[in-house]
């Protein structure tokens, strides 16, 4: 049974940091594409970041110089890095892993983050 569980959320204050993780087990996470993805009240799941399983990375114009997607294949982590936050990133974040031979997408259940002005 694949299973992603999202870390690292909170409050934090406009232009602080903070670092999400994406735990994974249950699957080859290695070769895995990436995607970090987030949802504000009232608002529609957009794609923040992404990593391919070679270490390819695209990021959402917004987050861009902001943000830092990574993955740690040996800990069958990824990682995105939230810099210069501001309120406008408040949201959860979720990440999903994408199994691209099956076209399966596998869900984390959420990380709140929340940005102060």
């Known amino acids: 049974q694949v299973q992603l569980v999202e870390s690292g959320g ?3 204050q406009a232009g602080g940091s903070l670092r999400l993780s994406c735990a994974a087990s249950g699957t080859t996470f290695s070769n895995r594409f990436i995607g970090w993805y987030r949802q504000a009240p009232g608002k529609e799941r957009e794609l923040v970041a992404t990593i391919s399983s070679g270490g390819t990375t695209t990021y959402a114009d917004s987050v861009k110089g902001r ?8 800990k069958n982590t990824a990682y995105l890095q939230m810099n210069s ?3 406008e990133d408040t949201a959860v ?6 199994n691209i031979a099956l076209l399966l997408d596998y869900w984390g259940q959420g990380t709140q983050v929340t940005v102060s002005s």
């Not at 943000?67 to 040996?74: C, L, Y």
């Not at 974040?93 to 994408?98: D, L, M, P, V």
């Open 10 to 12: 909170g409050l934090v």
């Open 67 to 74: 943000f830092t997607i990574s993955r740690d294949n040996a």
């Open 85 to 87: 936050l501001k309120p």
């Open 93 to 98: 974040y979720y990440c999903k892993a994408r």
